[in-house]
């Protein structure tokens, strides 16, 4: 004979602690199925040059693609610095960049809805600027106060400077989750 009572049991510390464990350990199991599958890099991002889509002291994994598309998030060596930008354009593509910001692939204006304010920037290339072969037009979100594919310093990326694509934001956790 079962005796039903009404007691009331509140959240305790204990199950919290419980469900930030199974979080971590789930982040864990897909990190180290990266790592088992394929090429993956863990790194902190240190600059605000992507903001609002990625912030100084975030940590996110990169992995290494055989594709790499317009709007993707890339990790590329520039000298011995690691650098995060978006791909606008790739190989072959024409880039155009009004003075108002307004970025044009292949004639088509582009939507970026990433992106916080438009800007030229700094630029120091002629437009219309077309993308060699095995090359990508890159720029980051923070048009302002970012340094890219926008300056001969920088320049297009190469497909040897690559070292993957931003697939994940893992940390701080309350900010986790699959960048596309």
Same mark, same amino acid.
Not at 71 to 94: M, Y
């Given at each position: 004979?079962?005796?039903?009572?009404?007691? @009331? %049991?509140?959240?305790?510390?204990?199950?919290? &602690?419980? @469900? #930030?464990?199974?979080?971590?350990?789930?982040?864990?199991?897909?990190?180290?199925?990266?790592?088992?599958?394929?090429?993956?890099?863990?790194?902190? %991002?240190? $600059?605000?040059?992507?903001?609002? $889509?990625?912030?100084?002291? /975030?940590?996110?994994?990169?992995?290494?693609? #055989?594709? !790499?598309? /317009?709007? &993707?998030?890339?990790?590329?060596?520039?000298?011995?610095?690691?650098?995060?930008?978006?791909?606008?354009?790739?190989?072959? &593509? #024409?880039?155009?960049?009004?003075?108002?910001?307004?970025? $044009?692939?292949? *004639?088509?204006?582009?939507?970026?809805?990433?992106? @916080?304010?438009? $800007?030229?920037?700094?630029? &120091?290339?002629?437009?219309? @600027?077309?993308?060699? #072969? *095995?090359? +990508?037009?890159?720029?980051?979100?923070?048009?302002?106060?970012?340094?890219?594919?926008?300056?001969?310093?920088?320049?297009?990326?190469?497909?040897?400077?690559?070292?993957?694509? !931003? !697939?994940?934001?893992? +940390?701080?956790?309350?900010?986790?989750?699959?960048?596309?």
């Amino acid at each position: 004979m079962m005796v039903k009572t009404n007691n @009331h %049991i509140e959240d305790s510390p204990v199950k919290g &602690d419980k @469900h #930030k464990k199974k979080v971590i350990f789930f982040m864990l199991a897909i990190v180290i199925a990266l790592f088992v599958s394929q090429k993956v890099y863990v790194f902190k %991002i240190t $600059s605000s040059t992507m903001s609002p $889509s990625l912030k100084s002291g /975030q940590l996110v994994v990169a992995v290494k693609k #055989k594709e !790499i598309k /317009q709007g &993707d998030l890339i990790a590329f060596w520039h000298g011995n610095k690691l650098l995060v930008k978006r791909v606008i354009a790739g190989p072959g &593509d #024409k880039v155009e960049i009004d003075m108002k910001g307004n970025v $044009s692939v292949n *004639d088509k204006k582009i939507n970026e809805s990433y992106i @916080h304010k438009k $800007s030229l920037g700094k630029s &120091d290339i002629s437009m219309p @600027h077309n993308i060699d #072969k *095995d090359h +990508w037009f890159c720029m980051g979100d923070n048009r302002q106060l970012s340094i890219d594919s926008r300056t001969s310093m920088v320049s297009d990326v190469s497909k040897n400077q690559i070292e993957g694509t !931003i !697939i994940l934001r893992i +940390w701080p956790l309350n900010k986790f989750r699959i960048i596309q």
